[in-house]
């Protein structure tokens, strides 16, 4: 049986090692070659590089691969082995695209084209691979229409080539992610029952192998455009060719996973400079390249040094660990089998809280500033405009949710859905509960000022609405099989919460927003830190004021000061009560703060005594009523 195994593993062990030694070879070559054409990667504001380094050395490692495993598949005589019912000629049509793919990274390389010129090769070379070489989605889903599967063919090789091109900013970091994405892809091959496909994979990561020995940090040569394009493409490619009918893991799972890194701050790219460039368009002086196209330096690995202070070799081993534990979810999902989808919610699960935790706080913030700056452009014709529309999408958005919560009352009360549902049952719990939400005011309240009574008020529309439904139809002439009482409590329950986070999450979303920027300002020295008097009804005035300003302000509420002793050490509003105005002088000093805000009603006489109190002090004092003024001394020096 060892044996055997030894014998199966010769052919993948000598195309692992001739593509690991021709690219070993060449690369040191391609290096003298480049630096004498002048292919240097110089020092500047956006390269993490300190000392110039020659580019374009993706060239060794196409020739290293493509070289290595024809003459080895020429040689022994064997077929391509790039998927189940593709002769050689694909493999052909494959290898010329490849190269096609790298001489125009290796013109970006030396003339840095236009990014619009890149894009439309790219294009190009996609489109053939769909038209060509026959490659597509259409091996995975044999009934995929044409007009689909062209497009969704060119934008995934498109996609997966522009992943590694923009991932490429530490050293070995997009040829060490490709190695793990390399293995990860063969690996799910082998265990799917069809280890000749692997071959040529093995044949990839040997050549990602050598040329790692001078990529890697610190770094003597750099892929360039030419060997991170010709790795996506590369990596794109190779999953159409392995896709097989009914194989969704095999043919798009693992490979989804395994470019995971990539792909993501792909995609955040992405996000980031449209957001930027709607900011760029509406006032130029925003921060940001503005253009979609134009690199920056917000991606996951600038990202990385800048939070966690690495250098660049951890960083890309936090990269490399993040990109393996996504490959051993999509292998450990084909092993597991019937259990995969809890592996796959837990990585999920995982994901989603770092994401939403750490990496994607930039474009959140982003996105904050562009719905700001709409915000705040808005004439006062417009804001009437839109304040009519208020009603209709309350009223639409309460469709959606009624109806998607009465079908969850249903099938949670396991009354079935038939005919006389849809017709009766489900019209007359719909149109009883609007009927109650106009009667108890719910379309004329101002939600963003709602109080608790205003929530009451929708409670009792919730409850009135479901019992005036369920009384209909226990009198009806059609009345379904099932367990009404409990449709009706359900209902009632559901469409409360329902209705109640369709009219916070406006608010939610604010504070969150509100949230970011305070992180963001928290860190800055240029920031006004500011402790709020008053812990009632103007505070929270003056707080939804920041709260609208979010990313247009420059200050911070750093705590709060009230007279009330209970209040000391609670939050409001996320902000600690941190003691009395008889305290302020030590509380000042403690938590840095240059402004107080008075926030609260107070007599001519009581003014006088916070102006004696904080004047000395030196922070500037505001007194916040309809809008804020500055306060000016009450006191003489000599007083």
């Not at 900013?169 to 799910?188: C, K, Y």
Request: glycine share 8%.
């Amino acid at each position: 049986m060892i044996e055997t195994l030894a014998s199966k593993s010769v052919p993948y062990l000598i195309a692992f090692a001739l593509a690991f030694a021709l690219t070993l070879v060449l690369t040191p070559l391609v290096r003298t070659l480049n630096k004498r054409l002048g292919m240097v990667d110089k020092p500047d504001a956006r390269r993490i590089n300190k000392v110039p380094i020659p580019r374009g050395g993706g060239l060794a490692l196409v020739a290293g691969v493509y070289v290595s495993y024809s003459a080895f598949i020429l040689v022994t005589g064997r077929a391509p082995l790039i998927g189940d019912g593709l002769g050689p000629a694909v493999f052909w049509k494959i290898t010329a695209l490849g190269v096609a793919i790298a001489a125009l990274g290796y013109a970006d390389d030396k003339f840095s084209l236009n990014p619009r010129v890149k894009l439309a090769g790219q294009l190009v070379v996609a489109a053939l691979v769909w038209a060509w070489t026959g490659l597509g989605f259409h091996r995975l889903w044999p009934g995929l229409h044409p007009l689909i599967d062209a497009p969704l063919t060119v934008f995934w090789v498109v996609g997966a080539i522009n992943a590694f091109n923009l991932i490429d900013g530490l050293d070995g970091l997009a040829s060490g992610l490709a190695l793990i994405a390399t293995l990860g892809m063969s690996g799910s091959l082998i265990i799917g029952g069809d280890p000749g496909q692997a071959l040529c994979y093995f044949a990839f990561a040997g050549g990602l192998v050598g040329f790692l020995r001078y990529n890697y940090n610190p770094a003597s040569v750099f892929l360039g455009d030419s060997g991170s394009m010709f790795i996506g493409y590369t990596l794109a490619t190779l999953a159409l060719a392995s896709q097989q009918p009914d194989s969704f893991l095999v043919s798009l799972g693992v490979p989804l996973l395994a470019m995971g890194v990539p792909i993501f701050d792909t995609s955040l790219a992405i996000l980031r400079r449209s957001i930027r460039h709607g900011l760029r368009k509406r006032n130029g002086r925003e921060a940001g390249n503005g253009e979609v196209m134009t690199a920056d330096t917000d991606h996951l690995h600038h990202r990385i040094l800048r939070a966690a202070g690495l250098n660049q070799r951890r960083a890309a081993w936090a990269l490399y660990a993040l990109a393996a534990f996504l490959v051993l979810v999509g292998l450990g999902g084909m092993t597991l089998k019937s259990k995969a989808g809890g592996l796959w919610l837990f990585a999920v699960a995982a994901i989603a809280v770092v994401v939403f935790k750490d990496i994607s706080r930039i474009e959140l913030f982003d996105a904050g500033r562009l719905l700001n700056a709409v915000a705040r452009d808005r004439g006062v014709r417009t804001r009437r405009r839109l304040a009519r529309l208020n009603v209709p999408v309350y009223v639409a958005a309460d469709l959606l949710a009624l109806t998607a919560v009465f079908f969850c009352s249903a099938w949670v009360a396991r009354l079935p859905v038939d005919r006389n549902v849809l017709r009766y049952i489900y019209p007359l719990h719909i149109v009883s509960t609007f009927c109650c939400l106009a009667f108890f005011n719910a379309y004329r309240t101002v939600w963003a000022r709602a109080m608790l009574s205003n929530y009451m008020r929708l409670l009792l529309a919730a409850f009135f609405g479901a019992t005036l439904a369920a009384f209909v139809t226990y009198y009806a002439p059609v009345r379904p099989a099932g367990h009404l009482k409990a449709l009706m409590l359900l209902y009632a329950s559901f469409s409360f919460l329902a209705l109640t986070l369709l009219r916070t999450v406006r608010g939610v979303v604010r504070d969150l927003f509100y949230a970011l920027d305070c992180a963001r300002l928290v860190a800055r020295k240029d920031v006004s830190r500011v402790l709020v008097y008053g812990c009632g009804l103007r505070y929270r005035s003056f707080r939804r004021e920041l709260v609208r300003t979010t990313a247009a302000n420059d200050r911070i509420i750093v705590g709060l000061l009230d007279d009330d002793i209970l209040l000391r050490g609670q939050y409001i509003g996320g902000i600690q009560v941190l003691g009395t105005l008889a305290q302020a002088p030590e509380i000042i000093n403690a938590v840095n703060a240059d402004a107080v805000v008075i926030a609260c009603e107070v007599t001519p006489a009581w003014l006088r005594v916070i102006d004696e109190t904080l004047r000395p002090t030196g922070v500037r004092i505001t007194h916040f009523t309809f809008s804020e003024k500055e306060l000016p001394p009450l006191t003489s020096p000599g007083n």
